[in-house]
């Protein structure tokens, strides 16, 4: 079975300094949960970006899932987000005029499930993390930790291939940060693959499967966690 995410030979520039990533090769196969360490600049957020379609690469080829995402156009991009990746990102990018069901239904509305189905996907997903209690509320009343579940549950509503989350805990005090945890462990004890990048080494020791640290946009450790 081809990897669920495969990366050949990936470079990118961004001006005539050094790559921000230099010919990295990677495969993920499906239900592997990839924590990527490495210090600022060395190419954390260009890979998660090439990867969620939101960059191009200057050479080399990026797939998820059997797609070629380094050749999509900006409108099938767009809908490879919406059907095959979903984000979280380190502060939430909830909408605040928005209840919490209405935020996690957003996804599902873009991609035209109907309503229904979409009000009974959001509903589970509540219950599932937890925060089903907070359905009417709006985010700007909630802790950072919960806010970060509606987060989670928002980018699980259209099934994702891969979940990509940016610096998940980056926002969170210790309490909120390891709800967080447990949570993406659950998530990939259930099957979701993951991929996330962060700074927070507890994270990735109590989450990953797999840790790959960067420097200077090229690989330069790939360690396999001990089965958990």
């Known amino acids: 079975m081809a990897p669920i995410i495969e990366i050949r030979d990936l470079t990118k520039r961004y001006d005539k300094s050094g790559p921000a990533l230099a010919g990295l090769n990677l495969a993920v196969e499906g239900g592997e949960a990839l924590a990527v360490l490495g210090p600022s600049g060395s ?14 690469p200057t050479a080399g080829t990026v797939s998820v ?7 999509l156009t900006e409108t099938a ?20 005029d928005l209840t919490v069901t209405d935020n996690v239904l957003l996804p599902a509305q873009l991609a035209g499930t109907t309503r229904r189905a979409a009000a009974m996907r959001a509903a589970a997903l509540l219950r ?4 089903e209690r907070h359905a ?7 802790s950072g930790g919960e806010r970060q579940r509606v987060a989670v549950a928002r980018a699980l509503m259209n099934r994702p291939a891969v979940l990509l989350a940016d610096e998940p805990t980056g926002a969170l005090d210790r309490s ?9 462990v659950e998530l990939n004890q259930e099957g979701q693959t993951i991929l996330l990048v962060t700074h927070d080494t507890a994270l990735a020791e ?3 499967t797999r840790t790959i640290e960067l420097i200077d946009g090229a690989i330069v ?5 001990v089965a958990r």
């Open 43 to 56: 190419g954390k957020s260009t890979l998660l970006n090439m990867i969620a379609g939101l960059d191009r």
């Open 65 to 71: 899932a059997g797609l070629r995402v380094d050749t």
């Open 77 to 96: 991009s767009a809908q490879y987000r919406r059907e095959q990746v979903g984000m979280v990102f380190q502060f939430f990018n909830l909408l605040d």
């Open 128 to 131: 599932r993390l937890g925060i």
């Open 136 to 142: 009417d509320a709006y985010p700007g009343r909630l």
């Open 176 to 184: 909120s940060a390891a709800e967080v945890r447990r949570l993406l």
């Open 206 to 208: 109590s989450c990953a």
């Open 221 to 225: 450790r790939d360690v396999r966690a």
